[in-house]
């Protein structure tokens, strides 16, 4: 009864367009495209309050099934998921080496055969994908770091500590920085990798109406994005 009576308030308060969503994010679309999301957000849902939660996948997808969460962007789950729960893809971050610009005429894969790595985090999605992409192309760098930043390497690159290879999440990698963001080989080998991140949230939510307009802003941020790009 205290469920359908929440519930109930909810679907008035959607309709009143007041109120407040509670999103899970990871830090790397923080860092990167969410809050151009936001800004649009914003402007069409003034008196919505946005609660924002940051965490690895794994973590918003439980609190999402919890209730903790109404949406989530996350990595692209890879196991089925339930029928009561939607996903919608809404990126493809590629794999990208980052080095000083003084070094970007070396090429990605000599710098990556040549250079010390700055190693993205393997127990995380984009840390795994980089550890796949260098043993298949037989590569087997020298390590100086490992961390779970993308803003952190980015960092580290520019002070000459070595490259790095992770997710393009955005003009945040290399702003500001003198740093370049060197896109992969694509051949027979390898195609493009990356990874594959969306927002999801269950089918019945009664603050649907705001998922899908923060839906709605996330696609045309992408748009702009990969035609400005």
């Not at 020298?142 to 070595?162: K, Q, T």
Request: aromatic share 6%; hydrophobic share 40%; glycine share 8%.
């Amino acid at each position: 009864l205290l469920r359908s009576l929440h519930e109930l308030r909810d679907h008035v308060s959607a309709e009143e367009d007041a109120g407040e969503l509670r999103l899970g994010t990871l830090n790397t679309a923080l860092h990167g495209f969410l809050p151009d999301v936001l800004r649009r957000f914003s402007q069409v849902h003034a008196r919505v309050q946005l609660h924002i939660r940051t965490g690895l996948a794994p973590e918003l997808y439980a609190a999402l099934l919890h209730g903790e969460l109404d949406a989530a962007l996350c990595l692209k789950p890879t196991f089925e998921l339930p029928k009561s729960v939607l996903w919608h893809p809404l990126r493809h971050e590629p794999l990208v080496v980052l080095a000083p610009a003084v070094s970007a005429h070396q090429g990605p894969l000599e710098l990556l055969r040549t250079q010390p790595l700055i190693r993205y985090d393997r127990r995380l999605g984009g840390g795994k994908l980089a550890d796949d992409y260098l043993r298949t192309r037989g590569i087997t760098p020298l390590e100086r770091f490992e961390i779970n930043s993308v803003l952190a390497i980015a960092m580290l690159v520019e002070h000459g500590l070595g490259v790095g290879l992770v997710p393009d999440i955005g003009p945040a990698l290399t702003q500001g920085r003198a740093i370049q963001a060197l896109s992969l080989p694509v051949d027979t080998v390898s195609t493009s990798i990356g990874r594959e991140i969306g927002l999801i949230w269950f089918r019945n939510s009664p603050r649907q109406r705001w998922i899908q307009g923060l839906l709605q802003c996330a696609q045309a941020t992408s748009v702009h994005t990969y035609r400005h790009a």
